[in-house]
């Protein structure tokens, strides 16, 4: 049983469009990671989240995490060619291990 | 300041034989994780080094797997004999100590094994 659920499992979108994916959990988490991942590299951190109802953004992404911290979102506006790739979501609790996704992949056609 | 860095970056390898992977941890990092994704599925935990201690070794399949990471800087995983099953992209991850009350892991760039 797959403790994180990522939704869609693929997005493929024209330049310019918003797009949000969602990450949803039937837990509770102390803190939730959004990662980004490239082929033949590793997750990359792109934020964390840690208070129920917390809003993050970063340039053209706004992460939230729910006001009881089971779920979370990403939100990309304009989305750009470079915006392709994996995101990945993770939640841990108590600075133990992190349990993941099965992530997104998205595509950004020009 | 250099990330998490991870040898071999492929490895092919027959069924029986062994194989050891590397990390070695962002410098100053007490915290050292083992992942692994198999084909199509999620990222799932193996274990989790404090320094040179095994503080959760829950996620490790069964003991053709071994950890280790004397000194508490890096690590190696080895599998023996290694299985078809195995094959799959590895990823080593490190996180200061816990002093910022939550976890924000930094990751490698992964071990992609196959075993034929």
């Known amino acids: 049983t797959q403790l994180l659920e990522q939704s869609p499992q693929f997005l493929s979108i024209q330049e310019g469009e918003n797009l949000t994916v969602y990450c949803n959990s039937s837990?509770?988490?102390?803190?939730l990671q959004w990662y980004r991942q490239e082929p033949g590299e590793g997750p990359v951190l792109l934020v964390t989240?840690?208070?129920?109802?917390e809003v993050k953004k970063l340039k053209r992404l706004t992460f939230q995490f729910g006001d009881a911290r089971k779920d979370s979102s990403l939100h990309i506006t304009a989305a750009q060619p470079g915006d392709t790739g994996l995101y990945l979501c993770?939640?841990?609790?108590?600075?133990?291990?992190?349990?993941f996704g099965a992530g997104t992949r998205l595509t950004v056609k020009p | 300041e250099a990330g998490v860095t991870q040898f071999p970056s492929h490895s092919v390898i027959e069924k029986g034989q062994t194989v050891t992977l590397r990390c070695d941890p962002i410098s100053g990092h007490d915290n050292l994780y083992w992942y692994r994704r198999v084909m199509g599925k999620e990222i799932k935990f193996l274990l989790h080094?404090?320094?040179?201690?095994?503080?959760?070794e829950s996620g490790m399949p069964n003991n053709r797997f071994l950890a280790e990471r004397t000194g508490g800087t890096y690590s190696t995983l080895k599998v023996q004999p290694a299985e078809l099953e195995d094959s799959g992209v590895y990823f080593c991850a490190s996180s200061p100590d816990g002093t910022s009350g939550y976890n924000e892991q930094f990751f490698g760039p992964g071990t992609r094994l196959t075993v034929l």
């Open positions: 080094f404090v320094k040179e201690s095994k503080q959760d």
């Open positions: 837990s509770v988490f102390s803190s």
């Open positions: 993770a939640g841990s609790n108590n600075n133990n291990d992190m349990r």
């Open positions: 989240v840690v208070t129920g109802g």
